[in-house]
Each structure stands twice: as C-alpha cells, then as structure tokens.
C-alpha cells in the first residue's frame, strides 16, 4: 500500500511539474520566495496600528511567530529528519526528470513541507482572528497558491504539501485554542477583538492585489 501511494505521488508530481513555461517559471519563483507575503503582512499590521492595538500588535507578532516556530520544527526539525524522504530533486529516479527553476534544488530531504506548514499555519491563525469566509477563502487560496509552487519547482511532492498542510493547520488551531484561554486569564487582547469586518475585506484585497503584483512582475522577468 504505500509504495503505491509513493507511485501514485510520483505520478502526480510528474503531471504537475510538466506544466511549465518560461511566465510561469518566473511566477513561481517569486510566489515562492521569502518575502511573497511581505505585502499582506503589512497591511495586517497597519490596520492593527489604524487601531491604535500596540498590545494587539505584540500579541499577534508573538502568536504567529510561535505558530511558524512551532510548523517549522516539527516539520524540518523533527519529521524531516525521522522520515528522511528525498526531496524529488534529490532522488536518483526522478532528479533528471523534474523540472527545475534557477538550478534550484532545495535541501536532501522534503516530508513534510515546512513552506505548505509554515504557510497553512499563518492563513489559519489570520482566518481564525478575522472571523470572516471570504478572508478565509482569500487566505487559504493564497497559502496553496504558495504550496503548489514548491511542487511546480520540483522540490516537494504533493504528498509532501499535503502533510505539511496538516501540521500547519493544526497547530494554528492549538496556538489560537492558547490565545483564547490566556486572554480569559490576563490581560491580553482577545483575537477576536483584534481586527474589524471592513479590515477583514481590505487583507482580502490586499492578497489579490500582492498576487497581481507578483504576477506583473513575472511578466518582465520572463522576457
């Protein structure tokens, strides 16, 4: 059974990897660098300091730093090592097969997806703070977005991005489960108190708005 299921991933990183062109090369690239959100991260702040939050600011900064410290330890420090997967870039059969952007290749072991954990658990917490669908839709649209082009890059199976996902959601959960208890207990803002519906709308429009921007930017880079 799970040798099938490894065939299966293998399959399906096959077909979604093999959907590639210069543009999307180059937008791939940029949705999956470091600073991609860098916009969305911004505007979430702002609207915290519209609000005049200094406390708001620090506990969200401090929450969502724990949610990326925790995704990102136990998916890189913990089941990386354990599993010892190879990324696809990495494995014998496949690493002369997968399609690769700037001979990027990535780390030797990819299970789970630390970028899938760390960016599933951030659009998560942000959902759970803004209480609103089309943020959630926004947030989690954008989180695969990223998710997929670790696969389009060639240095993750779906497989991969789909344990990652797990533990980034779930430990989302957890840190917003502690958020709520603490704010019962000290005086720390609630998350709920945090952000408006109108803020909720605005983060909507800033993560099409960052994806549009990307995406023009791609459009120079491919030339």
């Not at 925790?70 to 990386?80: E, H, N, V």
């Amino acid at each position: 059974m799970l040798e099938y299921l490894k065939q299966l991933d293998a399959e399906l990183l096959c077909t979604l990897n093999g959907w590639n062109c210069p543009y999307a090369d180059q937008l791939m690239w940029l949705v999956s660098g470091k600073f991609s959100s860098a916009l969305i991260i911004i505007v979430l702040l702002a609207l915290l300091a519209r609000h005049r939050s200094w406390r708001g600011i620090l506990t969200f900064v401090i929450m969502t730093a724990l949610v990326v410290l925790l995704a990102d330890r136990i998916s890189s420090g913990i089941i990386k090592p354990i599993v010892e997967r190879l990324r696809p870039t990495h494995d014998p059969d496949l690493q002369n097969i997968v399609h690769v952007v700037n001979g990027y290749r990535g780390g030797l072991y990819g299970f789970v997806s630390s970028h899938a954990a760390n960016l599933f658990g951030i659009a998560t917490l942000i959902s759970l703070v803004l209480r609103n669908r089309g943020s959630w839709l926004a947030m989690m649209a954008w989180a695969a977005i990223v998710a997929y082009s670790r696969i389009y890059l060639g240095v993750h199976y779906p497989g991969d991005i789909l344990g990652g996902t797990v533990i980034g959601i779930g430990v989302a959960f957890f840190v917003f489960w502690i958020w709520k208890r603490l704010s019962k207990k000290w005086a720390i803002p609630a998350p709920d108190a945090l952000l408006s519906q109108t803020d909720a709308k605005i983060i909507n429009f800033a993560i099409v708005f960052n994806l549009l921007i990307i995406a023009i930017i791609a459009v120079f880079k491919s030339f």
